[in-house]
């Protein structure tokens, strides 16, 4: 295999099964695309504007060994379509987790580690707000909790977090391989210096907190969409 396609296929390997079982009969995911493409769109653009920065601040980078060498300012197309790819696999998975567990996934259950997840992703990127990864992201994903557990109060949260469980799986093995596990160097380099240092395997630790910004920012609009749509439905109804 040319190497020059590998992020291409993680792209696509990322999404290829969830796009497949969209189309699942009785949960049919495919069915809420018009709600999921603004969900995946809005906070692609949002992550694409830090991504270039931090790439022209090289706080991160990426190996022309593993790209097709098309690029969008400095990022490679390919880190494009993770913004895309991602997203949807893990929107699939959240809607997969709530309609086959039988967990009792109530909003209550989500205030206490809600609160607790807040107090320390702000303790640590407070601390240590000279390195650039993990004072943004702990610091922002703080402040999006906050604002939904504070203002938003969602009742999908704590089936949020249960389903994060299940996304964690497929997240180890994607950013494995992007951060270099079981290929010879990594697609995509971090300078040490703007991270904590501490690394999960290959992957460092806040990739975790970053991807878990991502996603819960996808799910709140996705969800929001879903639950305008049936107000409306139940205001014209007599």
């Known amino acids: 295999m040319n190497s020059h396609w590998l992020y291409t296929l993680i792209d696509i390997g990322s999404v290829l099964f969830p796009l497949l079982f969209s189309f699942y009969p009785k949960a ?4 809420k695309w018009k709600y999921a493409a603004p969900a995946i769109v809005i906070p692609a653009l949002l992550f694409i504007v830090w991504d270039e920065f931090f790439t022209r601040m090289g706080v ?3 190996n022309p060994r593993y790209l097709t060498g098309v690029m969008v300012g400095h990022l490679p197309i390919e880190e494009i379509g993770f913004f895309l790819c991602i997203p949807y696999a893990c929107l699939f998975t959240y809607e997969a987790v709530g309609y086959f567990s039988k967990y ?10 809600g609160y607790v997840l807040v107090a320390g992703l702000l303790l640590t990127g407070l601390r240590h707000y000279d390195k650039w990864y993990t004072s943004v992201t702990f610091i922002a994903l703080a402040a999006y909790l906050l604002f939904l557990l504070l203002v938003v109060r969602p009742s999908w949260l704590g089936k949020f977090f249960f389903a994060f469980l299940f996304i964690l799986i497929p997240f180890f093995l994607v950013n ?3 951060t270099g596990t079981g290929i010879p160097e990594e697609v995509v380099w971090y300078d040490n210096n703007e991270n904590l240092g501490i690394r999960m395997g290959t992957i460092p630790f806040e990739d975790t907190f970053y991807g878990m910004l991502l996603i819960v920012m996808n799910v709140s609009i996705f969800e929001y969409l879903q639950q305008r749509d049936q107000r409306s439905v139940a205001a014209i109804r007599p």
Do not use: E, K, N, V
Not at 28 to 31: I, V
Not at 104 to 113: F, H, K, M, V
């Open 28 to 31: 049919r995911f495919a069915s």
């Open 60 to 62: 991160w980078g990426f």
């Open 104 to 113: 009792p996934i109530d909003a209550a259950r989500a205030q206490r580690p």
């Open 176 to 178: 494995g391989i992007l």
